[in-house]
């Protein structure tokens, strides 16, 4: 059995306390840094997957979560763990006792200062002495009271959510959970049809037109309904593309953008552009058309008007 405390040196007491105490400081530094790193993945990737399944799985928006939560992880690790953990280590955590034991009054400073001081210039006669009224001012307050119970309770419960939240989502979770989970945090790959195939498809296409003539563009979405669309025209004497923005329009309950070229003199070429997709490249042709300039008209009259062809 352990000697009874109150029948240990000063120094021994004072030393298991202290050592009691980092114990309970460094619990409380790893449950606080797993509580934020386990609760923010989950709220970020609870956030990401929803988005992403919105705007259709785009990669960039992927790669962009990804990078969220592997910035919060490094932050919260150098933060919330190295960071404390260095000056735990580097002062014996004298900072800290002082912090949270004010009744001290530098007394624990002191002491571990002499410590540290103890293979260089020999034991100090004062040692001792501190050691037992810095002892018995420790010992009035239980390491449990330093470090309440909620304390460790409250993150540790956090991580622990977290930590089934985000296994949950990548093994159990349904639909779009599911994959989309492991999609963001593993770059798993995606089912097929979870990603809806976004095309613009135009019409008339390619055309040939009469010169001088208008042409109406019409473009519809499949895939996804943007709110925009921009039609971008070349003509063949041109090499800069000319853009405009199409007229959104109503048709049986479905959006369809328009736009009409007015009075074409030449060839060209044209596509529409909404969101992040693209139609195809179609060409007009422009044409002059065969047309009547003269009409000759003769008039038979009946034999037996005895009239000469008019």
């Not at 105490?21 to 409380?28: A, G, I, K, M």
Request: one cysteine or more; proline letters at 7%.
């Amino acid at each position: 059995m352990n000697e009874p405390l109150a029948n240990m040196p000063a120094t021994a007491r004072l030393e298991q306390y202290l050592s009691e105490l980092r114990t309970r400081l460094r619990q409380l530094i790893y449950l606080r840094t797993a509580a934020v790193i386990a609760g923010g993945v989950l709220v970020l990737t609870v956030g990401f997957v929803a988005w992403l399944a919105a705007a259709g799985y785009p990669t960039p928006l992927a790669w962009f979560g990804r990078a969220l939560i592997v910035g919060l992880c490094v932050v919260a690790f150098a933060a919330l763990l190295w960071w404390p953990l260095h000056k735990l280590s580097k002062t014996d955590g004298s900072d800290e006792f002082e912090r949270r034991l004010p009744e001290q009054r530098g007394r624990i400073q002191t002491y571990l200062d002499l410590r540290r001081r103890e293979a260089e210039h020999g034991p100090s006669p004062l040692k001792e002495l501190l050691a037992e009224d810095a002892a018995a001012i420790a010992e009035r307050t239980p390491v449990e009271a330093v470090v309440p119970k909620p304390q460790l309770a409250i993150p540790g419960a956090i991580a622990a959510i977290g930590l089934i939240g985000i296994a949950f989502l990548i093994a159990l979770a349904p639909g779009h959970w599911g994959f989309g989970s492991r999609h963001l945090l593993f770059g798993a790959e995606l089912p097929r049809e979870a990603v809806p195939v976004k095309r613009i498809i135009v019409s008339p296409g390619d055309a040939v037109v009469r010169r001088n003539s208008d042409l109406a563009i019409r473009a519809t979405t499949e895939g996804f309904d943007p709110d925009t669309a921009m039609v971008y025209v070349r003509f063949d004497d041109e090499t800069q593309w000319q853009r405009a923005p199409m007229q959104a329009v109503t048709d049986n309950g479905r959006r369809v953008f328009e736009f009409k070229l007015y009075a074409l003199r030449g060839p060209l070429h044209y596509y529409v552009a909404a969101g992040n997709t693209k139609s195809s490249e179609h060409g007009v042709t422009v044409a002059d058309l065969p047309r009547i300039e003269k009409v000759r008209l003769t008039y038979q009259y009946p034999e037996w008007t005895g009239l000469e062809p008019l």
